[in-house]
């Protein structure tokens, strides 16, 4: 059975102006990502990593070369077009969870979903299944202020996967949490992975992470210096 | 529909932040009503004054009367015309004799302007009963708390009176104070002495005359009134419309700076409130929010925060708007003391195109504050703006 590609990425480059000359973050990137991958971009700061992902996830704009995602160019569509990608298609997760603090968490969770104009007595259903799945039903109606680190990161994560997108990019989850938290985290993410047909972005250089990962590309100076499939997960 | 449950979200969900940003509005909403009010009620207020204390609806000169030259109150007195008689006798109006004279109180000589005016009168407010006939007192005269001051005259002293009567003869009697009145209508204060009509008619020896007859208000204008002049309460108040006419740029140039100082205040509120929620802006963004819903949003939040500011300006304000829009405000001096016709007390005059303009104005000025700065962070890259990247 052949798997569809989600991400087909070539010869990305991504250049920043600094002063009067440019920052290269990406140089010649090829890159190609199946359904239900579980992939780590892994590297040291300034690797491109983080620029990468935002590529992918079309908040940012390539320099030069072709980024497609989930059929569609991403150098070719308007804001518009690639707010709707992301709203349909894409969950994100941020190193500091960026959860809106005003919200509870079943607020943050319920909030693409009604972006998404999904009805009420959906929302109600897919937002209870999410934060079952991320084990905060407790937690249901307390604000980020009042919840743990992980407990946020796990609210992101129910945000990300609560309207079941096609792809998921994680900017470093797991980089301000300690570690029980962190393989909590990626204990959470690695079943969803399983259970869902969502495929799974990474940028991380947290060693304790690299065991859940099904495939590993190491990014150096914005170039990819290897890519490797994992047949079988340490943490798996 | 969606915007808008987000955006009551939003503001219920950061009460803190909501409540600031309501409270400067609402507070700005407020100053500017009450202090426009203040300089409206200011300029409204010595119109109203001049017609309770002098005008009511009307008055009837004798023709050759001319209140700005004294010279003139010599000659500018006749027998009244009968059917300006019959309203006076009706108590519909009331005359007043009008002359020259000196006082000497403690020893000292003042030039006054004598008015005699029928006691009792209800039509104008000055207390002109306390000058009912005393037969212990052979003139009783009521004067203002300024004249009392100058002529260092207090209730009860007595004091004489030169006049020059209709026979050209100058006569002299004593008077004595029998009420020292609070006016805020100066006119009627410096230089004045009001002795019942009866008796400066006497004294005067002119007989059933008078030089001006207030007539009260709501009564219709007598056609055949003879050779006296007809003068309705526009006219009579036409210099002071003219004042008020010629103080509007200023009363103008006023509101524009006391909105101005709020737009400040609201601006600094808001600005700082939108850009602290750059990240926020962001995070929206990420999770595919289009720009102009970005904006949308935050201007519908403005918008709200309006709304809610003019209903608690209404809830927290309106009372205190009400109670000086009722009672006015003491004034700590006495402008009367440097001849400007302002009240003791100032009563601020809201009016309806005062209160709707302002709230519009307000309205529109948090509007315009929500509207650029989130549209600013909205042009941003979204990864800038994840970044909390948005400065000012």
Known sequence: MSTKNVIEIKNLVKQFSVGEGYFTALQSVDLSLAEGEFVGLVGPSGSGKTTLLNIIGGLDSATHGSVNVLDKSIEKTSHNERAEIRRKNMGFIFQSYNLLPVYTVYENVELPLILNNVEKTDRVKKVTQAIEWVGLQDKINSKPAQMSGGECQRTAIARAIVHEPALLLA????????????????????KLNT?????????????????????????EDGRILNDKKISIPKFS | MMLFNIAIKNLFGAKLRTSLNVFVTSVSLFLVIFVSGMYDGMRKHAKNITIETEIAGGT???PEYDPMDPRTFEYSHSVMPTKIKRLIDQKYAFGVLVSQASIYPNG????????????????????????????????????????AKNSNLKIGDSFTIRWLDADRTYDADEGTIVHIMETENFKLDQGHIWIPLSKAQSMLALENQATYVTYAKGLDVIQDTGDWIHHDVDYMIRDMEALIKADEPGAQVMYS?????????IFNAQILSIFRRG???????????????????????????????????????????FYFGENGIPLPIDYAEMGILVAKKLVPVYSLSLIISTMVLISIIVLIVSYIPSRKISRMKPTDALRGKAAV
Not at chain 1, 184 to 190: D, E, G, P, V
């Open chain 2, 257 to 265: 700076i006391l909105l101005a100082l709020a737009a400040m205040g």
């Open chain 1, 171 to 190: 900017d470093e989850p797991t980089a301000n949490l300690d570690a029980e938290n962190s393989h909590n985290i990626m204990k959470i993410l690695s």
């Open chain 1, 195 to 219: 259970e869902m047909s969502t495929s799974f972005v990474f940028a991380t250089h947290d060693e304790k992470i690299m065991g859940y990962l099904k495939r590993i590309i190491h990014l």
């Open chain 2, 279 to 321: 990240k926020e802006i962001g995070t929206l963004m990420a999770l595919g929010m289009t720009r102009s819903r970005v904006v949308a949003l935050f201007t519908l939040e403005g918008a709200l925060n309006a709304l809610l500011a003019s209903a608690m300006a209404l809830i927290l304000f309106g009372p205190i708007l």
């Open chain 2, 108 to 147: 000292r000589i003042m030039p006054a302007i004598m008015k005699g005016i029928t006691p009792g009168q209800t039509i104008v407010n000055i207390p002109t009963d306390v000058l009912e006939q005393d037969d212990d007192i052979t003139i009783p005269v009521l004067i203002g708390s300024e004249m």
């Open chain 2, 60 to 62: 009837y000169w004798h």
